[in-house]
Every structure is written in structure tokens, then in C-alpha cells.
């Protein structure tokens, strides 16, 4: 076991000095010191300055550590415990509980950072490999943006438009039904949103299938790059159990902006973009790691944060494409009243298939895209001359494409003590058959106002 001393503190950055005798501690090793009142500090080795020399990452807060402290080497790498006991747990990036609820009993520990780089999944098995849809319960979703099983998906966004709320009803409607396991990784957002986020998990009874990881906007960049690796650690074991997994990440884009703060402490220079020059591969390692095996499989709804509503910003294009369904959050539906604020215009899906979802889901999907497209050109011309100039078609096409918006709005259950409104959830069948039924006119007599934040379109409310 090898001792250094702290040589240089930076922040989050420290400088560790070891004796030309000794052979330096590898990358990712652990080193633990001591801050001036004795509470212990985990450092991670992130680069060989010299031969004597490493630079690393504090894992908590610096503040309190002093040049010429000794430090202590582990020889070992971060390490989190794994399996069924860490359901209903929440742990911090170290895999250390953080619930108040005492230690946890894993049947194993397992490092975070995977050096096997083999495909999971290889053609043989991608080709026999059946598409099974996941019901959220979320009309515009199911509809539109079907969530299937083993698949990557992106819910964008810029503040205050409702991602993690979209996030938490997803979780809630779900994993009620689903039978497998649930790993909720935060990373740099709120404390108040993940305390909430636990409570709202043990106030419907889910909490005892959910995992939960925070690395949180108070904690350093270390801590929050890391989170998302210990989050998908948790999922990959739960996976090799057989089991199909459901993992959720909040926000990817704090991920890439926790990377860029490491890399631009550590005196790396940018690339032309501003971000980190390893965005491209940082974000590939982990996206990776979320595939399907014959054992079970990993299904990933990411939140991802849109800086100033910038879809072009570099770290959200990055993101795009390692996802198989894009749903993108409008600012501009948020002001009109419409949740969930999905722009369906905007977002987008390869899951949308005939072949996943049946001819008859497709078609339906279609049609009601053709109609609010349609809707989105009239608004302009309405805006302008108004409803009465519309010829007969376009104004038939216009107030339908109005019934169809206000269907897919939905009360939501985690809204519940915000709205008023008692949630719904709402079978796929019910979804199609709603739309279906407006798109045929037989609810062209019932004004479009009596059609918002619904539940199942029944047959009864023509009579409206």
C-alpha cells in the first residue's frame, strides 16, 4: 500500500505527490485523505503528471483539504454493491447509502467502469430478437413515440417544460406493471427533486422495485461524471439476472456538462465547440453499456437538459444519436395550456413501425401527424385573417387537428398535488380507438374545449 502527499489543491482538482521508489497508482484507482477535521476524502486518479506525480478528482468536497496531508492508496477502483438488495435504496456515486436506512448487505461488489468491451447483443441474436412494447399509460407516447423494450429514448427539453415530471409518470405507470427492476440515476439536478422523487416512489408502493443513484447539482464535477456510470452498473447486474431493467437517467446533459468541468479543471483545452474534445467518446462508453442480451434486457428513458432551447446545441446533437426515439418538449405548447408538452412535430422515432406496432397503430399514427401538421400551417393563416376565411376542408381539417391536440393532453398522477386533477392512465387500445373516432368527425359536434386533459375518449361524450 502506497502513501503520497496532497502536492496542490485546485477545487475539485489535487495533485498527489508519491516517492520516485514506488510505482504510481494506476488510472481510476482510489486514493483516500484525510481533510483538516479528519473526515475521509475519496480521490480518483485521473492522470500521471509525471513519475512521481498524479492528478485526480475529489469525489467530495475539497474545500477542507490541506497541502502536505498524507494520502493513502486503495489499489482498488470504484466498486458499488449490486443485486436485489439495493432496491429500494438510495446511494451516492461511492455506492454508499445515503437513505439513513444502515448499511447494505449486496451479494457482490462490482467496479463501475467496465474494461470488457464485447457486444452483448451480435446479429444473430439482434435478428430473432422480438420487439415487445412497454404501455406507459401516456396517450401522445403510445401513440406517437411507442416506448419498446430494449430501446434508448430521449426526452429533451429546456427549464421549467416538464421533463422530469414526463420522467416520474413514466416510472409511476410503468413499473406497475412492468415486472422487472427500475434504476433512477440523478445527475446534477435539484436535491428537491430527487427527495421529492423518493417520497413520490414510496407514496405509491413502487419503491421497493427502484434503485436509486444521485449525484447532485451541490456535489462536485467528479461526483456527478461518475453517478451515471455506478447508475448502469446497477442495471447491467440486475440485467444478468434475468432480468428486464428500466433505466432512467436525470439529466444526460449534466453528465456532458459535469465532463467538460472535469476536463477544463484538469487544464484540458476545449474543443472548438466549448465542450470537453472526449464528448464523442465519453458519451459512446456509456450509451454502450445499454444493450439487450438473451438473459434480459436494459430499456433507457434519458432526460436531457436543452440549453436557452437550442436543440443545436453540441452536447444535445452528440446525444441524438445514440437514441432510437427523440420526444422533444415546446415551449410554446407549455404556454398554450397543452401537457405533456411534447411537440410531435419536432420530436422523432424509429420505433414507429408497422411492423412493431401493426398496421392499423401505424396508420392511425400517421394520419393524426398529417392532421396536426396541417394544423400547425392553418394556425399561422388563422392568426392572420381568422377562422371565417378558411375555406370548408381546411376549416374541417383546422377544428379536428384542435380535438386531436386537446386528446393528448393528459392529468397527470404525479401532478396530482399540483393540479387538482386526479391522474389517468389511459391502454393503448383506448388511445387508438379516441383518435380514431375524431378523426372519422364523429365528435365534430362536441366543442374541442371539452376534449382537454381527458382520460379515454369515451362514446358517451359526443353527447358532450
Do not use: W
Not at 35 to 55: A, I, K, N, P, Y
Not at 153 to 164: Q, R, V, Y
Not at 330 to 349: H, N
Request: a negative charge; one cysteine or more.
Amino acid at each position: 500500500m502506497m502513501t503520497g502527499k496532497i502536492a496542490a489543491v485546485n477545487g475539485p482538482v489535487v495533485d498527489v505527490e508519491f516517492s520516485g521508489a514506488e510505482a504510481l497508482p494506476g488510472m481510476y484507482e482510489i486514493l483516500e485523505a484525510l481533510d483538516r477535521f479528519g473526515r475521509q476524502v475519496t480521490l480518483e486518479v485521473m492522470e500521471h503528471l509525471s513519475q512521481t506525480r498524479v492528478r485526480c478528482i475529489s469525489l467530495a468536497t475539497s474545500i477542507n483539504v490541506v497541502r502536505g496531508s498524507e494520502v493513502r492508496s486503495t489499489g482498488k477502483v470504484i466498486e458499488v454493491p449490486v443485486g436485489e438488495k439495493v432496491l429500494s435504496r438510495v446511494l451516492n456515486v461511492l455506492g454508499q447509502p445515503i437513505d439513513g436506512l444502515g448499511p447494505i448487505e449486496a451479494e457482490k461488489m462490482k467496479p463501475i467502469r467496465r474494461r470488457d468491451k464485447k457486444f452483448l447483443l451480435n446479429p444473430e441474436m439482434r435478428e430473432r430478437q422480438k420487439f415487445e412494447i412497454l404501455e406507459t399509460g401516456i396517450k401522445m407516447v403510445d401513440l406517437l413515440f411507442p416506448l419498446i423494450k430494449g430501446s434508448k429514448n430521449g426526452i429533451l427539453g429546456g427549464a421549467a417544460l416538464g421533463k422530469s415530471l414526463l420522467t416520474l409518470e413514466v416510472i409511476h405507470n410503468v413499473v406497475h406493471k412492468h415486472h422487472g427492476a427500475c434504476v433512477f440515476t440523478g445527475v446534477g439536478e435539484r436535491i428537491r427533486e430527487g427527495h421529492e422523487l423518493y417520497h413520490e416512489l414510496k407514496r405509491t408502493g413502487i419503491l421497493d422495485r427502484v434503485a436509486l443513484v444521485y449525484g447532485q447539482m451541490d456535489e462536485p464535477p467528479g461526483a456527478r461524471f461518475e453517478a451515471i456510470l455506478t447508475g448502469i452498473t446497477l442495471a447491467e447486474h440486475l440485467r444478468e439476472k434475468n432480468q428486464d431493467v428500466l433505466f432512467f437517467v436525470d439529466s444526460v446533459y449534466r453528465f456532458a456538462q459535469a465532463g467538460m468541468e472535469v476536463s477544463t479543471l484538469m487544464g484540458h483545452i476545449p474543443s472548438e465547440t466549448g465542450y470537453q474534445p472526449t464528448l464523442s467518446s465519453e458519451m459512446s462508453e456509456f450509451h454502450e453499456r445499454i444493450q439487450t442480451e438473451a438473459a434480459g434486457s436494459i430499456t433507457a428513458v434519458e432526460s436531457v437538459y436543452v440549453p436557452a432551447d437550442d436543440l443545436t446545441d453540441p452536447a444535445v446533437v452528440t446525444i441524438f444519436s445514440y437514441l432510437d426515439s427523440i420526444v422533444v418538449l415546446s415551449r410554446a405548447r407549455v404556454q398554450k395550456g397543452l401537457y405533456p408538452a411534447i411537440d410531435p412535430l419536432l420530436s422523432s422515432t424509429v420505433n414507429l413501425d408497422p411492423d412493431i406496432v401493426g398496421k392499423r397503430h401505424f396508420d392511425i399514427a400517421q394520419e393524426t401527424l398529417r392532421i396536426l401538421r396541417r394544423l400547425e400551417e392553418l394556425n399561422h393563416i388563422v392568426s392572420v385573417i381568422g377562422i371565417e376565411e378558411l375555406s370548408k376542408s381546411d376549416r374541417l381539417l383546422y377544428e379536428r387537428g384542435l380535438r386531436l391536440q386537446n386528446f393528448l393532453t393528459q392529468p397527470f398522477f404525479t401532478a396530482e398535488l399540483h393540479t387538482g386533477r386526479p391522474g389517468a392512465y389511459v391502454p393503448v387500445g383506448q388511445t387508438l380507438n379516441g383518435c380514431r373516432m375524431i378523426l372519422d368527425g364523429r365528435f365534430d359536434q362536441v366543442p374541442e374545449d371539452k376534449l382537454y386533459l381527458i382520460g379515454e375518449l369515451q362514446e358517451r361524450r359526443r353527447e358532450g
